[in-house]
């Protein structure tokens, strides 16, 4: 076996010596593209890794599911200087987080569905992108709170079913810029807020939460609110106040404005198609000659102009 091995290394040599030395170049060269091509695809296959790693990269990360006493001992840690407490993007689902001060704390896109945040301080939160969908908000204080975007479908408003106005949330001064809420406001104060874009209108594809067959907001309080561009469609406004208020291109279409208070309001290019407007105070409103389906809005004879 050994003289057999060495034989054919012996012919192997001799074939190598035969073969042409420009054939032999070309073999080198070969041996060496194929070694580039190799090497390139080796980059190739890294390059992939990294486009696939990078999206993963960039994700965010996991909501963290809190517990009623981890947001209040974070809540009570948090001192006068402090940065703002985050539950950004965290889930605080069915807890009971009534009579807290939420110290501006930051809570964007935070999922609070069916919490308690009755007799709670939420003034100057952010809340934008939140979810607040079955929320309890009896005596909550929303004032220039950030809810653009946010969603509020049927909260819990009351603490009985004599629907006290008086144990309604506020949201004096607050951002609710393509907010959609549903469900019953009664008595709710939205001075001086911003709502452009608001949705109040009651056509939810998700019926199990949020489809009624109209909202209400009676004796709410619109006082000088931006309100341009939203969409009130069937819902029930009876002896709300809009005085001062900005409703340029609003949708009132089948709304129930009775004895409603529009004094002073800027009502350019408004749709009140169907409006009910017995006793309602248009007094001083601007824009009338441009408001649209006013000839079809219902007792429009016995409104105050």
Not at 65 to 75: F, H, I, N
Not at 98 to 108: E, G, I, P
Not at 260 to 271: E, K, Q, S, V
Request: aromatic residues 6%; glycine residues 8%; proline residues 3%.
């Amino acid at each position: 076996a050994g003289k057999l091995s060495k034989h054919r290394r012996i012919n192997a040599m001799h074939f190598v010596q035969k073969i042409k030395p420009d054939s032999r170049a070309r073999c080198a060269d070969m041996t060496s593209i194929a070694g580039r091509v190799s090497r390139a695809a080796r980059c190739v296959a890294a390059i992939g890794l990294v486009a696939a790693l990078v999206p993963l990269l960039s994700l965010p990360s996991a909501a963290v599911e809190m517990t009623a006493g981890q947001v209040t001992q974070a809540l009570f840690k948090s001192k006068p200087g402090d940065a703002r407490v985050d539950f950004g993007g965290d889930t605080l689902q069915l807890l009971d987080l009534s009579d807290l001060d939420f110290k501006n704390a930051r809570m964007v896109k935070s999922d609070v569905f069916g919490t308690n945040l009755s007799r709670s301080n939420l003034a100057d939160t952010d809340l934008s992108g939140a979810r607040l969908d079955r929320t309890v908000l009896t005596f909550a204080k929303f004032e220039r709170a950030n809810l653009e975007g946010a969603t509020m479908m049927r909260p819990t408003i009351y603490s009985d079913l004599r629907v006290d106005w008086r144990e309604a949330p506020v949201f004096d001064g607050a951002n609710l810029r393509g907010a959609r809420l549903t469900g019953r406001f009664d008595g709710t104060s939205f001075k001086a807020s911003d709502l452009s874009g608001f949705d109040f209108s009651p056509h939810e594809p998700r019926a199990d939460i949020s489809f009624l067959p109209r909202n209400f907001c009676r004796g709410c309080k619109f006082d000088g609110a931006k309100l341009r561009g939203v969409n009130l469609d069937d819902a029930s406004f009876v002896m709300a106040s809009f005085a001062g208020a900005d409703l340029a291109g609003a949708r009132l279409t089948r709304t129930d404005m009775t004895k409603a208070d529009f004094t002073g309001a800027d009502l350019t290019g408004a749709d009140f198609s169907g409006a009910d407007l017995n006793e309602a105070i248009l007094t001083g409103a601007k824009g009338m000659e441009t408001v649209k389906g006013l000839g079809l809005a219902l007792n429009l004879d016995r409104a105050v102009r």
